[in-house]
Nanobody
């Protein structure tokens, strides 16, 4: 059964850091792209970053460039999102998702989703 489990969220002061983890299991494909999205209350879910199966292709939303780093450990079926220099506007529920191809940033491209982990940045 496909399962994605996020962890690592929490409360942090502005300027601080968090590392999110996404543990993946049961994927029907042996290779998949993994992405992070986020959703703040009253807002649409938005793309944060994605990484291809090999790790060669990586893409970030403009707000994430220079502050966030996505990486993956395929041996342990885990994808990470290191977030530095956090701002109050980064407050959201963060989700990881998988897709069978490195196709794009759109929510609809992703087949499986986790339940999310809450990140709250206090100013």
């Amino acid at each position: 059964q496909e399962q994605l489990v996020e962890s690592g969220g929490g409360l942090v002061q502005a300027g601080g850091s968090l590392r999110l983890s996404c543990a993946v299991s049961g994927m029907p494909s042996t290779s998949y792209t993994t992405a992070w999205f986020r959703q703040a209350p009253g807002k649409e879910r938005e793309f944060v970053a994605r990484v291809s199966w090999t790790g060669v292709n990586i893409d970030y939303a403009d707000f994430a460039k220079g502050r966030f780093t996505i990486s993956r450990d395929n041996a342990n079926n885990t994808v990470y999102l290191q977030m530095n220099s956090l701002k109050s506007e980064d407050t959201a529920n963060y989700y990881c998702a998988t897709a069978t191809t490195y196709r794009g940033r759109t929510v609809g491209y992703y087949d499986y989703w986790g339940q999310g982990t809450q990140v709250t940045v206090s100013s």
